[in-house]
Nanobody, 122 residues
């Protein structure tokens, strides 16, 4: 069974930091593109950051310079280091993974974790 399990969320003050972790099982992890998405109340789910098996990364403009995504293929893990957190970062954060498709095709074997709550408040 495929599982993506997030951890590391919590309550922090503005300007604080958190490190989210996602542990994957049941997949050939190294070939998957992994990412972090978030969804705040009343808003659409949005991509925060992604990382390929070769560690190429992409970030939402709103988090560039503050968040860093990384992966450890030996541990089947993907991480999101979040620094200088803002109230606008408050959301449920979800781990995501998929097999990159050929050009023009849909994603293969896409999976989602259950999410972890991040609340930034003073």
């Amino acid at each position: 069974q495929v599982q993506l399990v997030e951890s590391g969320g919590g309550l922090v003050q503005p300007g604080g930091s958190l490190r989210l972790s996602c542990a994957a099982s049941g997949i050939m992890f190294s070939i998957y593109v992994m990412g972090w998405y978030r969804q705040a109340p009343g808003k659409q789910r949005e991509l925060v950051a992604s990382i390929t098996g070769g560690s190429n990364t992409d970030y939402a403009e709103s988090v560039k310079g503050r968040f860093t995504i990384s992966r450890d293929n030996a541990k089947n893990g993907v991480y999101l280091q979040m620094n200088n957190l803002k109230a606008e970062d408050t959301a449920v954060y979800y781990c995501n993974g998929y097999i990159p498709p050929p050009l023009g095709n849909s994603r293969r074997a896409e999976y989602w974790g259950q999410g972890t709550q991040v609340t930034v408040s003073s």
